[in-house]
């Protein structure tokens, strides 16, 4: 069991290795063949996703960062990254739940912590967009903390998504 584990995080740094080099399909044929031979491969299944994300294919990472969730639900990585692509796709209730499961799993996960500041940004954004909506007159209170939020949603500085170690 030890070895398979060695000989896993081996093989998952390989594929890492082929990604960073950009060799992505390559990385993605031995990824495949990892999670073939041994289906249970957490680490190698969790780059697998972030490939994914990478490479824009979110439906199929949101899958395997679900089914890693489901089989190793006390990881905070898959949730964290499910987060961000439920986040993506304005499913911001969704993300807020996997951010907080994520943080009830390790609440020093710091990229989860960002997350979930983006996420509490993004609802209270639309909170206060919903009053200013059914708001009498001006609300220039209201106004400024919308700006403020737009202004910070704006920074170029994307979701904390952690990246395989290396």
């Known amino acids: 069991c030890l070895a398979s584990g060695t000989l896993q995080a081996d093989e998952a740094q390989d594929i890492e290795a082929l990604y960073r080099a950009g060799d992505i399909e390559q990385a993605m044929r031995r990824a495949d063949a990892a999670i073939a031979a041994q289906a249970r491969a957490a680490q190698i299944r969790f780059l697998k996703g972030v490939m994914l994300t990478d490479l824009k294919r ?89 700006r403020l939020a737009r202004e910070i949603q704006a920074m170029p500085a994307g979701p904390a998504v952690p990246r395989p170690p290396g």
């Open 58 to 146: 979110d439906a199929e990472a949101r899958q395997v960062f679900l089914a890693l969730t489901e089989e190793f639900p006390e990881l905070p990585d898959p949730y964290n990254n499910l987060a961000v692509l439920y986040a993506a796709g304005g499913q911001l209730q969704s993300a807020l739940d996997a951010l907080q499961t994520a943080l009830r799993n390790d609440p020093t996960h710091r990229a989860a912590r960002e997350n979930l500041g983006d996420v509490y940004l993004a609802l209270a954004a639309q909170a206060w967009t919903a009053a200013q909506a059914t708001s009498k007159g001006d609300d220039a209170e209201l106004r400024r903390k919308l």
